[in-house]
Structures are given as C-alpha cells and as structure tokens.
C-alpha cells in the first residue's frame, strides 16, 4: 500500500517527502517525544502516514488546499484505517483556525508562505515545541553573495530573497532556538519555542 502511495506520487508529480527527510522527521520526533503534529501541505497523505506509523499514540491534524490531492489523501488514510490518527481538512492553511496545541508543526507547503504561516501557528505550539520546515536551501542558492548577478527567472530570484530573509528572521527571534541542517534534504531547520 506505501509503495503504491509512493508510485501514485511519481505518476502525477504529487511532490512528496524524500527517505532522508523522512528519517530525519521521524529521528526529531523520537528525540522530542511528540505525540501531537500539526501537517501544513499534506499532499497525499504519504508523510502524515509515515509519521502516524511511528507508533499508535501520535496523532496529526493536516491540512491540504488542492482537492484533489486531499480526496487521494483521504482515500489512502482510510485504506490504511488511519482515521483515529489522522484528522485531514480541506483548507488554506492560513485560514484554517483551531484551538489545539500541537508537539510539533511541520510546514511542507509554498516556501513563500513559511513566515506567514509560522506567525499564525506560533500560539499553537507547546512550549519546547518543534517547528520543522524544509527546502530551506533553494540547493545552495540562499549562499550566493551577489543574487542580481543570478541567471533565474525574476520569480525564483524574489523566493530566494524571501527564503534568506525568513532564515534570518527565525535565526534572530528570540522566541525560537533555531538549527539548521542545510545537509539534509534541500536544507532543513528545526525551531525550537523556548519555555514561557
Ligand atoms: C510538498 S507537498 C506536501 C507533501 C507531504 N507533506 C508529504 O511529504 O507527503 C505541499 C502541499 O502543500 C499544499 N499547499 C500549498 N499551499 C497550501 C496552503 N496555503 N494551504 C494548504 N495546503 C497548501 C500543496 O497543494 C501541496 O500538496
């Protein structure tokens, strides 16, 4: 069943969590002790699942915007019999409202969102609570020194401008403890909320 997620994925270029991402995510959620994880991108469901699978106590609300992919989803957590785990909504996260506080965040949805998204989600966050974000590294590009001397589109240019400025304001939060793992993946980083 994970393999035809995963071939499902492939065939319409649903983009979906690479092996070392999900080793990584589900090292931090074994280190951090997280039981509860609110999903912002949940695709088809494949990461939400492998996170559920860690064992029977974790429990994820997940939001997804495209209809489609949130059908699939659905389809895949109900074959799966995931329902008493995975709580999925069809939504834009950032109108998505709850009360619930959450172990962990892991933001997966448009890059140019993050910090947006992060503001919102902040008060749903247990102190010492994890925020995961990935593709933080825009592969290396966030490194260069000189970007208007880049040959990218203007678009790409504006998201690695973006990507740099919402690394550098997590970086200076004083709210946040920040990590970031620029080897993993296409860069990660874990924000930690620091006690009241
Ligand atoms: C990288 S994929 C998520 C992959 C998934 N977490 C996994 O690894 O299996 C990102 C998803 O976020 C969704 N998305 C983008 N912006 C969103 C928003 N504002 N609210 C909810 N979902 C959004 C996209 O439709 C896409 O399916």
């Not at 997620?5 to 280190?31: M, S, T």
């Not at 957590?77 to 892991?106: C, G, V």
């Not at 200076?172 to 006690?195: Q, S, W």
Request: aromatic share 8%.
């Amino acid at each position: 069943m994970i393999k035809s997620i995963e071939e499902y994925a492939k065939k319409h270029r649903v983009p979906i969590i690479n092996q070392e991402g999900l080793d990584f995510l589900i090292k931090q959620i074994e280190k951090y002790k997280v039981n509860d994880i609110l999903e912002l991108g949940s695709a088809i469901g494949y990461s939400a699942i492998m996170m559920s699978n860690i064992h029977d106590n974790i429990k994820i609300v997940t939001i997804e915007k495209d209809e489609e992919r949130y059908h699939e989803a659905v389809n895949n957590i109900d074959k799966l019999a995931k329902q008493s785990q995975i709580q999925i909504h069809l939504a834009d996260a950032l109108e998505f409202e709850t009360n619930d506080k959450f172990d962990m965040i892991f933001l997966d949805l448009a890059k140019s969102r993050y910090e947006a998204m992060l503001n919102k989600f902040y008060p749903n966050l247990n102190n010492g609570g994890i925020v995961i974000v990935d593709n933080l590294g825009m592969y290396g590009l966030v490194y260069e020194t000189d970007l208007k001397a880049l040959k990218v589109k203007r678009r790409v240019r504006q998201l690695i401008e973006k990507i740099i400025h919402f690394r550098e304001a997590i970086a200076n939060d004083e709210r946040f403890e920040v990590t970031f793992y620029d080897d993993i993946g296409d860069g990660i980083a874990i924000i930690k909320k620091k006690g009241d």
